[in-house]
Each structure stands twice: as structure tokens, then as C-alpha cells.
């Protein structure tokens, strides 16, 4: 019965001690908890008004409300009267050597950030980076995957794409197609134009301004090289090299103008 009387003041002492404390603690959670997700859910309509990438909202999201979450949980163990330097320590240390661990993935993230905020390119652009040519099929927050004209998909690290040369040939909405004809030295230059301009107009891919142009460019050792310059949409850019290429030949076939090409010449020893 003693014991029993003991312990009960022992409790009630330990009530009034640690009591208010702990009254105090799961105030501070309640309203932190409070805080941190009107913060984030202020944070995300700010994203979403200024068009953020989905999947980079998503993770400064979760990163944030971690930070949060943790500091939250710090500062209760604290009023609990727990001493937060050690959990601060080991969390820091943690923290140090992941970031040594993961050196070259923390930037490639950092990359995937930099990519998605200032959108140098598109999902569905043409572009050409890190010696790679292909169309944008997914921004990750690692990685660029594209695919290139001959359908090979490339991975490559984000980190490389924000810190090197990127070509966009989509931005701009259009691209010029290049292309150059070789016509005999003897040919009409004035008629060969016409001819490859009529090729060039006739291509309802090919955009009527900036208007195509034919253009002597080269002198060369055995034609006169014109340069076949239309402009298409960078989605048609295949499709109008390919059909610049072949219609080009058939006309001045037709039109009677010779393309040169090397002539093999065998010299026999009569014996």
C-alpha cells in the first residue's frame, strides 16, 4: 500500500514537472503542422502561376515540407526539455556525407532544377547538346531522354545539359533546310535557279517567309554549286530535305541541265 502511495506521488510529481511541457509540445506540433502545410499549399499556387514543371513542383514541394517537418520535430523535442545539439550534429553529418556520396547526382539535380525553371528547350523540341541530335521526350529531374532521327533513345545527365552548348532548332518556330546542287560549268546559272526555286515553291512544306532561296555559293573543280536553302517547320525538316533533294534532281533532268559527276577513264597499253 505504501508502494503503491509512492508511486502515485512520484506520478503526480512527474505530471506537474514534465506536464506543461509536454501540454506545450503538442501545441507547438498542432500549430507547426498548421503552418508548414498552409506554406506549402501557398507555395504550390505560387508554382502554379508561375508555370513551374510539374514534376519539379512536386519535388521542392516534398523538400520543403521535409525541412519543415524536421525543424518542427527539433524544436518539440526541445521543449521537452531534450537536448537537440546531438540530433543536430548527426543530422548535419548526414547530411555532408550524402552530399559527398552523391556529388554527381546533386548536380545533375541541380542541373534539372536550372533546366526546368529557365526552359531552354522543351519537351517535343528539336534540339542538339553533348553531341547528341533528337527530339525532347522527357525532362526528368536526373536526365534529358531524347530520341534521335534515327529512333535511339538518349539519356543524358542534366547536369552536362545546363552547363554546355544547347542548340534549339524548334524555338524559333521555323528552320532552313541546306542543301547544295552541283550544275555543269556550261549550264544556264539563271535557268538551274528557276528551275530548283520552282522545286522549292511547289513543296507545300515549305514555308513562303523567310522566302527559299537559290544562290550560287561555290566555283568548285568541276560544277558550279548552287545552295538550295528553303525553311520549313522543324517537324518537316526531313521530309523537306529529302523531297529538296530528290525533286532537285528529277528537274534539272527534265529541264536538260547536266549535273557533273567523275568519269572514270581507262587507259589501256596496247602490246
Not at 521543449?79 to 548535419?92: E, K, M, R, S
Not at 542541373?111 to 525532347?136: C, H, N, S
Not at 522549292?200 to 550560287?216: H, R
Request: aromatic residues 8%; charged residues 20%; neutral net charge.
Amino acid at each position: 500500500m505504501e508502494k503503491a502511495e509512492e508511486w502515485f506521488k512520484y506520478a503526480i510529481e512527474l505530471a506537474k514537472e514534465f506536464g506543461p511541457k509536454l501540454i506545450t509540445a503538442i501545441i507547438i506540433y498542432i500549430v507547426g503542422a498548421w503552418i508548414i502545410k498552409k506554406v506549402i499549399g501557398t507555395s504550390r499556387k505560387m508554382m502554379s502561376r508561375s508555370k513551374y514543371d510539374e514534376s519539379l513542383q512536386r519535388f521542392l514541394l516534398n523538400l520543403v515540407s521535409w525541412i519543415l517537418k524536421v525543424f518542427l520535430i527539433l524544436l518539440v523535442i526541445s521543449q521537452l526539455g531534450v537536448d537537440v545539439t546531438t540530433f543536430a550534429a548527426v543530422i548535419a553529418a548526414a547530411g555532408l556525407a550524402i552530399g559527398l556520396a552523391l556529388q554527381g547526382s546533386l548536380g545533375n539535380f541541380a542541373g534539372g532544377v536550372l533546366i526546368m525553371i529557365f526552359k531552354p528547350y522543351r519537351i517535343g523540341d528539336l534540339i542538339e547538346a553533348q553531341g547528341v541530335l533528337g527530339t525532347v521526350k522527357e525532362i526528368e529531374i536526373f536526365t534529358t531522354k531524347l530520341v534521335t532521327p534515327q529512333n535511339k533513345l538518349a539519356i543524358v545527365p542534366n547536369g552536362a545539359m545546363a552547363n554546355g552548348n544547347i542548340i534549339n532548332y524548334t524555338a524559333e518556330g521555323k528552320i532552313r533546310v541546306d542543301t547544295t546542287v552541283g550544275i555543269g560549268y556550261g549550264e544556264d546559272i539563271k535557268k538551274a535557279k528557276d528551275v530548283l526555286l520552282e522545286v522549292l515553291t511547289s513543296n507545300p512544306l515549305v514555308l513562303e517567309e523567310p522566302a527559299p532561296s537559290v544562290n550560287v555559293s561555290e566555283l568548285g573543280d568541276s560544277s558550279v554549286n548552287l545552295a538550295v536553302r528553303p525553311y520549313c517547320k522543324p517537324e518537316d525538316y526531313w521530309s523537306v530535305f529529302f523531297a529538296a533533294v530528290e525533286g532537285s534532281k528529277l528537274a534539272l533532268d527534265k529541264a536538260g541541265i547536266e549535273i557533273p559527276y567523275p568519269h572514270q577513264v581507262n587507259i589501256r597499253k596496247e602490246e
